[in-house]
């Protein structure tokens, strides 16, 4: 059973989603404005968060940024009444794991929202994830925040970046399938500049240069994906 927070200031729609979302099974709670909200994140672990961008007190995308800030794997499922490109864009680029344009239909919602579940859940963002390099220096990715150390340096890294490593360091030794990381980027903030169908060339190429000196390299393995392995020399 997930928990879930919806946050919605149109009574009518925040209790038409906790009845139907208590009825699919899942452990709903809810806020009607954006401090309510933030209130409830500090006090309580959620699964996930419907969250609505047009609030009292504090707004939508001001909860969306500071809930990126202190949980960044929480996933964020964001509503709006609003359609025009431009606020589709802020949602995403503050950080919306999916987004839906009210209306919209209740079926459309839980698909989303189990889809989003889902991914959540992948092994790349379980526990711990630490892999000793050919070097014999550890590289250690934070589990929940786009962060990651080789020994006690840190490296910086996007969201992206992040997540595409994430996935490499637990299938260490395994081909990572080029959609395995397209499926786990397409529920995340968009990153500008890094567009097109050579992205994730884009992303290996930076990763490779912050990787270099760890004694890990990653491997182009032709027509099926990339694979973090040790290196050999
Ligand atoms: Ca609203």
Redesign the pocket.
């Known amino acids: 059973m997930s928990h879930l927070l919806i946050v ?3 009574e009518l729609l925040r209790d038409g989603l906790c009845a139907q979302l208590t009825h699919a099974g899942h452990n709903v709670s809810s806020a009607s404005d954006g401090a309510q909200a933030q209130a409830l994140l500090e006090s309580t672990r959620f699964d996930a968060v419907i969250l ?1 961008l ?2 009292p007190v504090v707004d939508g995308v001001a909860v969306l940024k500071w809930i990126r800030q202190r949980l960044a794997a929480l996933p964020v499922l964001v509503l709006t ?1 609003r359609d025009g490109i431009d606020d589709r864009v802020q949602g995403l680029n503050a950080g919306a794991d999916d987004y839906l344009t009210k209306p919209f239909d209740m079926a459309e919602l839980q698909a989303r929202l189990q889809a989003m579940l889902r991914r959540s859940r992948m092994p790349a963002f379980g526990g711990s994830l630490e892999v000793l390099g050919a070097t014999s220096r550890r590289l250690r990715v934070d589990p929940h925040l786009p962060l990651a150390w080789l020994d006690d340096d840190s490296i910086e890294l996007t969201h992206r970046e992040w997540s595409l490593l994430s996935l490499l360091v637990s299938n260490l030794g395994q081909v990572v399938g080029r959609e395995d990381v397209l499926a786990v980027w397409q529920s995340e903030p968009l990153e500008s500049g890094t567009g097109g169908s050579n992205a994730l060339e884009v992303y290996v190429h930076r990763l490779r240069r912050k990787l270099q000196d760890s004694g890990l390299a990653i491997r182009n393995v032709r027509g099926l994906g990339y694979m973090l392995e040790l290196t050999t020399a």
Do not use: F, N, R, V
Request: glycine share 14%; no cysteine.
């Open positions: 919605e200031d149109d609505d047009g609030l009444a």
